[in-house]
């Protein structure tokens, strides 16, 4: 039976939500052309399928070995390009590791690869839906070779629930090359553990309209209030005031989360090119006529060291209670 | 140290895009086009490792048109040593076909270190990178916001989510640039005079297309008009009532 493969992610053991995604995007693909779902989990020994299959797999493929524990981009491509020989079509994540990890599966496939779809259907041929010019255009694409390698970004597919076998199956994992081409050595973690703007829920931003960088707290109080992750504008983050990990936009990151509040962001053309597909947009703005008033649902005007605050005071009381 | 560094032209981010009559392209006149941001990292990356060995030679590949020229003479401007412009029409987003047009170009060039932006800002594909160095089977790095290279050997430190992935690598190897990693300069009057003179080579070329076709170019769909809920502090409660009961994400 055809099947499809997707590539899962984990960290220090853990499967990482979006691989849910993941799984998702795969039944999808899968259930429209009959095909099954194989899940493929790469790490150290005494990962956990639990749950995989009520997320969509039909089976799992585990590759595990000691030296697997962090990603090994070319141990981790030969692997996922073996499981995937066979399969319509390979589908993962459009994480740090799957933008790396998919480009490189589909080079040794001889496959055709595309990042950011939106949706994906059909069989035999597969036609995608994806963002160009970040986002100013879709473009839809027909893929007439198979199989495809195919990555989805974060929260644009809801995980399901399936309720497939998921039986596991371990695959052989090839001894590694020596000397290694490339190795990695660490992962370094900052001493508190920072929410990703790119796969938060909840997103809130901060630009110019937070007037001096000390000032940013009024952004990360409200932030920490709701759970959700700190973005910036390219404004910001080119005076130095915050890190390039944060910056929303063309030239930083395209966020779709469920909500995303600007403060401060007039809302120029790169950066509403990275947070317009967000399902619910707060903009905060001292201009009336800032072009971000023109994407958002919901707005204010006023200055934004007035109006975050206020906005952090009640979002405490609610989740107080 | 030899490097080449992939570049490739753009439309400008600040750019309005408009689709063309076809329903496939974007029109292009009227736009600004660039050197890739991403690549500009690129670029700058190789013009400091060769400046810190104090020699070694840099040269700019491109794929696409004579337009790409303007480019390529960026580039140079800022201080690599010459081009190579590998003439091909590219219609649909084929990361592979570029791919392998690259890495056959780039396997002839006995290059220690090859550079990319990790993305093209105008299909946004982030994939040419990753690709040419496993066809070539070389090391690669993507998105590295920090790079050391000595003795042959390389590290190279790259962010993924809530931390920073380090690695270490042999040359000849490959890596794809991320914002953070350096400050790119704008190129001198004299470097702008002296790239008009530098070697920019052209071969026309072939792609291998890989069974992708783009059949549709569209706008996004317009997202539903909002509404200003209030002016100041005093209007945060309605904002969290609508927030709450109307778009029910708290």
């Known amino acids: 039976m055809a099947a499809i493969l997707a590539v899962l992610e984990q960290r220090n053991g853990e499967i990482k939500r979006v691989s849910h995604e993941v799984l998702a995007a795969a039944r999808g693909l899968a259930d429209g052309m009959g095909a099954e779902v194989h899940a493929l989990l790469i790490g150290a020994p005494g990962m956990s399928a639990d749950g995989l299959g009520g997320a969509g797999a039909d089976k799992v493929l585990l590759a595990a070995d000691d030296s697997l524990g962090l990603y090994q981009a070319h141990r981790y491509a030969y692997i996922a390009a073996q499981a995937g020989t066979d399969k319509a079509a390979v589908v ?29 259907e059909g069989s035999g041929e597969i036609t995608i839906t994806r963002p160009m010019y970040s986002g100013k255009a879709i473009a839809t694409v027909k893929i007439t070779a198979s199989p495809c390698v195919l990555s989805v970004p974060p929260n644009a597919f809801a995980p399901v629930d399936a309720g497939k076998a998921g039986a596991t199956e371990d695959v052989a994992v090839p001894a590694p090359v020596e000397p290694a081409r490339a190795t990695t050595v660490e992962i370094k973690e900052p001493e508190h553990a920072v929410l990703d703007v790119a796969e938060a829920s909840i997103v809130v931003a901060g630009g110019r309209g937070v007037k001096e960088e000390g000032d940013f707290n009024v952004v990360e109080e409200l932030a920490a209030a709701l759970n959700g992750a700190v973005g910036a504008s390219r404004a910001v983050v080119d005076n130095g005031w915050r890190s390039h990990s944060e910056q929303v936009g063309q030239t930083g990151k395209t966020v779709s989360p469920n909500l995303y509040i600007a403060l401060g962001i007039s809302g120029a053309i790169q950066h509403l090119a990275g947070m317009r597909t967000s399902k619910v947009i707060v903009a905060v703005n001292k201009d009336p006529d800032a072009p971000i008033f023109k994407v958002a649902d919901y707005g204010i005007v006023g200055d934004v060291m007035e109006v975050a605050p206020r906005l952090t005071e009640e979002i405490k009381k609610i989740s107080e209670g | 140290m030899k490097i080449a560094v992939c570049v490739k032209r753009v439309p400008d981010t600040e750019a309005r895009i408009k689709v063309g009559g076809d329903g496939k392209s974007i029109e292009e006149s009227g736009v600004k086009f660039v050197l890739n941001p991403f690549d500009e990292y690129a670029v700058e990356e190789a013009i400091k ?25 960026t580039a140079l401007a800022m201080g690599a040593d010459k081009g190579v412009l590998l003439k091909a029409d590219v219609a649909a987003p084929d990361t592979l076909a570029v791919a392998k047009a690259l890495a056959a170009e780039l396997k002839e060039g006995g290059y220690d270190l090859i550079l990319f932006g990790k993305l093209a800002v105008d299909d946004g594909c ?21 790079l050391e290279i000595a003795d042959g050997k390389g590290k190279a430190e790259r962010e993924i989510e809530g931390g920073v992935e380090v690695v270490v690598f042999s040359l000849p190897a490959a890596a794809t640039t991320e914002k953070g990693l350096n400050e790119p300069r704008y190129p001198a009057l004299k470097g702008i005079m002296m790239a008009k003179k530098k070697p920019l080579e052209k071969k026309d070329i072939t792609l291998e297309a890989s069974g992708v076709e783009l059949t549709a170019l569209a706008y996004p769909p317009e ?14 409660p309605a904002l969290i009532d609508a927030l709450k009961n109307e778009a029910k994400v708290l």
């Open chain 2, 126 to 146: 982030h994939a040419v990178g990753a690709m040419v160095a496993e066809l070539m089977e070389l090391p690669c790095v993507s998105s590295i916001s920090k």
């Open chain 2, 49 to 73: 490792l060769k400046e810190t060995a104090g020699g070694g030679e840099i040269v700019v590949v491109s794929l696409g048109t004579d337009a790409n020229q303007e480019t390529m003479r």
């Open chain 1, 92 to 120: 993962l994540a459009g994480t740090a590791m799957g933008k790396d990890l998919g480009p490189r599966i589909a080079a040794r496939m001889g496959a055709p690869y595309f990042n950011d779809v939106k949706t994906m």
């Open chain 2, 223 to 236: 997202r539903k008009e909002g509404r200003i809920v209030g002016e100041g502090p005093d209007a945060v």
